[in-house]
């Protein structure tokens, strides 16, 4: 089992920048695949970003490609996601995920959960 607290959330213009982090307890963090997912106040939750536990893989929903960018720490048990050229519509809470089985870009394949952080841009 693996905890997740994220942090570096926060109000930003647009055109700014963030760093989210995610924090994991447990000693087998390499074997997660992580991912970010996003969910805006009416909407559904949606996929951001994920690399595999090995991060030999990792891939982005067409709306943040070229702007976000995701890494994991294995030494700091912690993954990351570097959000550049922030818009508005990236307004939301972010949530991290882990999963032992899949590195998936579905919601329901991670069990474990951090409890977000909200990002805000304004225009």
């Known amino acids: 089992q693996v905890q997740l607290v994220e942090s570096g959330g926060g109000l930003v213009q647009a055109g700014g920048s963030l760093r989210l982090s995610c924090a994991a307890s447990?000693?087998?963090?390499?074997?997660?695949?992580m991912g970010w997912f996003r969910q805006a106040p009416g909407k559904e939750r949606e996929f951001v970003a994920r690399?595999?536990?090995?991060?030999?893989?990792?891939f982005y929903t067409d709306s943040v490609k070229g702007r976000f960018t995701i890494s994991r720490d294995i030494a700091k048990n912690t993954v990351y996601l570097q959000m550049n050229s922030l818009k508005p519509e990236d307004t939301a809470v972010y949530y991290c995920?882990?999963?032992?089985?899949?590195?998936?870009?579905?919601?329901?394949?991670?069990?474990?959960w951090g409890q977000g952080t909200q990002v805000t841009v304004s225009s």
């Open positions: 995920a882990a999963s032992r089985n899949l590195p998936s870009t579905r919601y329901w394949d991670y069990a474990y």
């Open positions: 447990g000693r087998t963090f390499s074997g997660y695949h």
């Open positions: 690399i595999t536990g090995s991060s030999s893989s990792i």
